[in-house]
């Protein structure tokens, strides 16, 4: 069984910022591409940005130059380090992974359980 929890989110004013973090744990091999996505009320799950295990990072274009993502292979963690916040970044966001799991082995995509973010004066 492999989970991710990720954590960190709240209630911050425009400009603002935030840390997510996700942790994954279980029966890990190895984890592939992490990812954060987010969803908005009334939207669709979007992409907001991704790293490989080798560190290659890519944005959605509403984020480029405020959100930074980042991994740490030896902890099997994920983080999303969020400035300048606007009202328009409120969601739920949610941590993926692409993980090789043992016992069996098996290729997994998971997901965390979400952490709301709301940007509000």
């Known amino acids: 069984q492999v989970q991710l929890v990720d954590s960190g989110g709240g209630l911050v004013q425009p400009g603002g910022s935030l840390r997510l973090s996700c942790a994954a744990s279980?029966?890990?091999?190895?984890?592939?591409?992490m990812a954060w996505y987010r969803q908005a009320p009334g939207k669709e799950r979007e992409l907001v940005a991704t790293?490989?295990?080798?560190?290659?990072?890519n944005y959605a274009d509403s984020v480029k130059g405020r959100f930074t993502i980042s991994r740490d292979n030896a902890k099997n963690t994920v983080s999303l380090q969020m400035n300048t916040l606007k009202p328009e970044d409120t969601a739920v966001y949610y941590c993926?992974?692409?993980?090789?799991?043992?016992?069996?082995?098996?290729?997994?995509?998971?997901w965390g359980q979400g952490t709301l973010v709301t940007v509000s004066s």
């Open positions: 993926n992974a692409g993980v090789l799991a043992m016992y069996p082995s098996r290729y997994l995509n998971v």
């Open positions: 279980g029966s890990i091999y190895s984890i592939d591409t």
């Open positions: 790293i490989t295990r080798s560190g290659n990072t």
